[in-house]
């Protein structure tokens, strides 16, 4: 399936549900999180409905790489500083027991100066 219609990241990815977007390509899409864990939280998500990074195959790999290769590039954009001082964190949070909320695969980035509100 590549887009489920009863899902929030779809939604937004067409956007029927507004989102403040970092990133847009043929296979990906960024926005900043409605409910922000640090100064900068922002997520990268595939265009394609993948529920969790467990159903990711190796086919797969081209896409994972180059939102780590984005990821860097958007922090610095969106208000993180350089590393080292600066720097950010990535998170995929993966089934129940791994915090996800929202069952469409995203690669959360967060950073800014400390304290953050979490993590
Ligand atoms: P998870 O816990 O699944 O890793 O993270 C889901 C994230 O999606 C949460 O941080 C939550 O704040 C964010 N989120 C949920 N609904 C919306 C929405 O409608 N818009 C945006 N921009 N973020 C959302
Ligand atoms: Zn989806």
Redesign the pocket.
């Known amino acids: 399936m590549s887009s489920d219609p009863n899902c929030?990241f779809c939604k937004?990815i067409e956007g029927k549900?507004p989102?403040k977007k970092v990133y847009e390509d043929d296979e990906l899409f960024g926005?900043?999180?409605?409910?922000p864990w640090a100064p900068v939280h922002f997520?990268l998500v595939p265009k394609r409905h993948i529920a969790s990074m467990s159903q990711l195959t190796p086919e797969d790999a081209a896409l994972m790489g180059k939102i780590m290769i984005l990821a860097p590039k958007l922090a610095l954009e969106n208000g993180c500083r350089p590393y080292p001082e600066g720097g950010f964190r990535v998170v995929i949070?993966t089934g129940a027991e791994g915090?996800?909320?929202?069952q469409h695969l995203?690669v959360?980035v967060m950073g800014g100066p400390r304290p953050w509100l979490r993590g």
């Open positions: 929030i937004i549900i989102s926005f900043h999180d409605i409910a997520m949070n915090g996800q909320e929202v995203h959360h």
